[in-house]
């Protein structure tokens, strides 16, 4: 029994960390008998918000999440392709004009925490996170209004496995991104997380990660396996990361509209390198299977992440005056959909030659739109689609400040914009200009009052810019946002 303890607690010294928040630092400051790995009991944790949001957009662009979609135009510009005698009536559309209203619960959510013995220095932690934003069939109009706030669909929000030790860290499961170190230094915002321009997104993924701890200074170390953002490249996305936080330079800050946190000053820097095969382009008929040859080409990113308290916060109860920054820098190639929602700046792939000549055919691809993009060349034998990966730089800032005396009250502003080098096409490329933005900016302010200690209210105002590849084209949404929260 003895040996058997002894070479689980060497294999577990060699495979894992421990790194968990909330982990108790006494529970290692004596050796435990190897007669003893079993030191706890099965623990298990409900717990979740419940929320209403109620929004007014000065436009119809939008459902209740903004994301990155691209706004309506209001200067009468028609779509480069459309099909065949399509008639659209010229003018600006109404809802680029007119405001729209409306109330969801959607982002009610609730998750399920389970924590088993701990065995030989492993702590195992299983999650299980649900949300009401799933895939419906349609949205409106296709989809009735009433159904689709009213009857919301269920969604796997997280669900993973990990161990911890004292060396390592291994995740299983689906969790936030390991590029931009997220959630870490999300900004504090009234607005659905992510914001326009920010990275964000939960994936499926391996992780393996450790954790320097020194007394003034912790260096967190970790990479991953992903879902890609193209099954058929045949490989994963790799990701990984360098964190540097401060142990005795903490400060307050939010999380989206969540409940505030106290965390440490924190420098983060992360990559993320991918791979795409894309279906050669030709007249499929909307069937990418029928390709013979394909198209390949890499993506890559970089993303800079701060949280910096200006002001320290005392303590999670005595947040008075605290004063928090965050910022980010995202700079790469192919990885629009690790922005919110995908940053596609609304290109689609062009129409190809068909039976009834130039633009007439269809193309569908094995990836999803924004990522790479076909451009047009007139050759000799016809003509052809040269690949190519769309690149975005983004950056993003933001503050709050906890009034005094205790930080029930705080106030939040966050800016981010971010832009394409090569996203524009003409129209004889295959483009669509009057449809695709390549420039876009973000900013709201927010007031968050504390009623309780389990009940939050907030107020909002966003506003969302685009500019489009067609004349510089600039289109606007601005959003005011009601918000109340029962955490439990």
Same mark, same amino acid.
């Not at 000065?58 to 209001?74: A, E, G, K, V, Y």
């Not at 989206?256 to 992360?270: M, T």
């Not at 689609?348 to 193309?363: D, I, K, M």
């Given at each position: ?30 050796? &435990? ?7 706890? &009991? ?24 903004? #994301? #990155? ?35 969801? !619960? &959607?982002?009610?959510?609730? @998750? /399920? &925490? ?19 934003? @799933? ?30 030790? %004292? ?26 997380? +992510? ?13 393996? +990660? ?29 990701? !990984? @990361? ?43 008929? *909307? ?17 800079? %992440? ?13 947040? *008075? ?34 039976? *009834? ?8 691809? #094995? ?8 451009? /047009? ?5 016809? =003509? ?8 975005? =730089? ?95």
């Amino acid at each position: 029994m003895k040996s058997s303890a002894a070479v689980l607690s060497i294999l577990s010294t060699l495979l894992f960390s421990r790194v968990a928040a909330g982990a108790d630092p006494a529970a290692n400051a004596e050796p &435990r008998p190897e007669s003893s790995p079993t030191t706890s &009991r099965w623990q298990l944790k409900l717990y979740g918000a419940l929320e209403l949001d109620v929004m007014r957009d000065s436009t119809q662009s939008f459902s209740d999440i903004p #994301n #990155n979609n691209p706004l309506l135009r209001s200067d009468g510009s028609l779509p480069a392709y459309l099909p065949l005698g399509t008639q659209l009536p010229e003018g600006p559309t109404y809802g680029s004009t007119h405001p729209r209203y409306q109330a969801t !619960a &959607r982002n009610t959510r609730f @998750g /399920l &925490r389970v924590s088993p013995p701990e065995v030989a220095g492993i702590m195992t932690t299983g999650v299980l996170e649900v949300d009401f934003i @799933g895939n419906q069939p349609g949205s409106p109009p296709q989809l009735s209004e009433n159904s689709f706030f009213g009857s919301a669909t269920p969604r796997i929000k997280q669900a993973y496995l990990k161990f911890e030790s %004292d060396i390592g860290e291994v995740l299983f499961g689906q969790y936030y991104g390991l590029f931009g170190w997220q959630p870490l230094f999300f900004p504090a915002t009234d607005s659905f997380l +992510g914001i326009p321009n920010e990275i964000f997104g939960r994936m499926p993924q391996v992780r393996i +990660g450790t954790t320097l701890k020194m007394d003034v200074i912790d260096v967190q170390i970790a990479a991953a396996a992903l879902r890609p953002a193209q099954r058929d490249s045949g490989l994963p996305d790799l990701q !990984a @990361g360098l964190r540097l936080s401060v142990n005795g330079w903490k400060g307050a800050h939010g999380m989206g509209s969540g409940q505030p946190i106290v965390g440490p000053l924190s420098i983060g820097v992360s990559g993320v390198t991918r791979w795409f095969k894309v279906a050669a382009f030709s007249n499929n008929a *909307g069937d990418p299977t029928t390709a013979t040859e394909v198209a390949q080409a890499n993506g890559y990113g970089v993303s800079l %992440d701060a949280l910096i308290p200006v002001i320290p916060a005392k303590s999670t109860n005595d947040k *008075g005056n605290a004063l928090t920054l965050t910022g980010s820098f995202v700079t790469g190639a192919g990885i629009a959909d690790l922005f919110t929602g995908g940053l596609t700046g609304g290109v689609h792939f062009p129409l190809p030659e068909g039976p *009834g000549g130039p633009n007439t055919g269809t193309y569908v691809g #094995n990836i999803d739109p924004g990522l790479v993009q076909y451009t /047009l060349v007139n050759t000799a034998d016809g =003509q052809r689609g040269i690949l190519r990966v769309l690149k975005w =730089q983004a950056y993003m800032v933001g503050v709050q400040y906890f009034l005094p005396p205790s930080g029930r009250l705080s106030l939040a502003a966050n800016f981010s914009a971010s832009e394409s080098p090569n996203i524009a096409q003409p129209i004889e490329e295959g483009g669509d200009p009057s449809r695709t933005f390549w420039k876009a900016l973000y900013y709201d302010v927010n007031l968050f009052v504390d009623l309780t200690a389990a009940t939050r209210m907030a107020l909002s105002y966003q506003h969302i810019g685009q500019t489009f590849v067609a004349n510089n084209g600039k289109e606007m949404n601005e959003r005011f946002e009601l918000t109340g929260l029962l955490f439990f």
